[in-house]
C-alpha cells in the first residue's frame, strides 16, 4: 500500500490553502540525477575514486604483472559504487520531499528531508534573480532579497545558490525546463511589483486638550 508522508497537506507543497486572490501558476521538483551530480558532486567522487584506481594500479605494475595489476583497481571501484549509490539515495530522498511552487504573488519551498520547512518569498522581497543554464534544459533559479533577512546556508542546502555563503540566496535547484519557470516567475513577479503595495497603519490616539 502507497503512503503518502504529506498526506496533512491542504494542497501539495503548501502548508494552508491559498488566500483569496492568490492562485498557482507553477510546480516542481528537483531532478533527482541532476540533483546527485550538482549537488552531491557524485562526478568528482567518481573522478577520485578513478584517480586512486589508476594510482593504485599503476604502483602495482612495477611489482606484478599488469594483469593481475588491474584487479587491485576492484575495491575502489565497489566503494566508489557504494557511495554513489548513497548519495543517489540522499538526492532521491531530497527531491522526493522538495516541492517548489509560483503563485501569482510569491516563491513556496517546501524543503526538508529530516526536518521540513515552507519558505515563503513574496515577489515584492526579491531584489533580483540568477539563471543557471545547462545545456540539458535543467537549471537553477537563485533568488537574492532585498531585505535584511538571511537564512542558514546549511538549513537550504542543498535548495541554495552554491559557494554564497554570506548572503544566502534561497533556490530552485536542478528543475526541468527551467527557461520556462524563469520566464513565469519574471512575469508574475513583474505583474506583482508593479502594484502599488498598500500597508495598513494603525490609529493613533489623540490626547485630549
Known amino acids: 500500500m502507497s503512503h503518502d508522508d504529506f498526506a496533512f497537506e491542504p494542497i501539495k507543497g503548501l502548508p494552508e490553502a491559498l488566500p483569496e486572490g492568490e492562485h498557482i501558476l507553477w510546480q516542481g521538483s528537483p531532478s533527482t540525477m ?4 550538482e549537488g552531491f558532486k557524485i562526478n568528482w567522487i567518481i573522478g577520485y575514486f578513478a584517480v586512486l584506481a589508476v594510482w593504485r594500479v599503476g604502483v602495482s605494475s612495477t611489482m606484478i604483472p599488469m594483469n593481475d595489476a588491474v584487479l587491485h583497481a576492484i575495491p575502489f571501484a565497489l566503494i566508489c559504487a557504494l557511495v554513489v ?12 520531499a522538495t516541492v517548489y511552487t509560483l ?8 524543503i526538508g ?5 515552507t519558505l515563503n518569498l513574496p515577489y515584492t522581497k526579491i531584489g533580483n534573480a540568477s539563471l543557471d543554464l545547462k545545456r540539458s534544459g535543467h537549471g537553477t533559479i537563485a533568488f537574492e532579497l532585498l531585505d535584511e533577512t538571511r537564512f542558514s546556508y546549511l538549513t537550504l542546502w542543498p535548495n541554495v545558490r552554491p559557494w554564497h555563503f554570506a548572503k544566502t540566496q534561497p533556490a530552485l535547484r536542478c528543475i526541468a525546463d527551467v527557461e520556462k519557470v524563469a520566464a513565469i516567475f519574471a512575469d508574475a513577479a513583474e505583474i506583482r511589483t508593479s502594484q502599488p ?13
Open 34 to 37: 541532476k540533483l546527485a551530480r
Open 85 to 96: 549509490l548513497v548519495l543517489t539515495g540522499l538526492a532521491w530522498v531530497q527531491a522526493r
Open 103 to 110: 503563485t501569482n504573488k510569491r516563491v513556496a519551498m517546501r
Open 113 to 117: 528531508a529530516a526536518l521540513t520547512m
Open 197 to 209: 503595495q498598500v500597508e495598513r497603519i494603525a490609529p493613533v490616539a489623540m490626547a485630549a486638550e
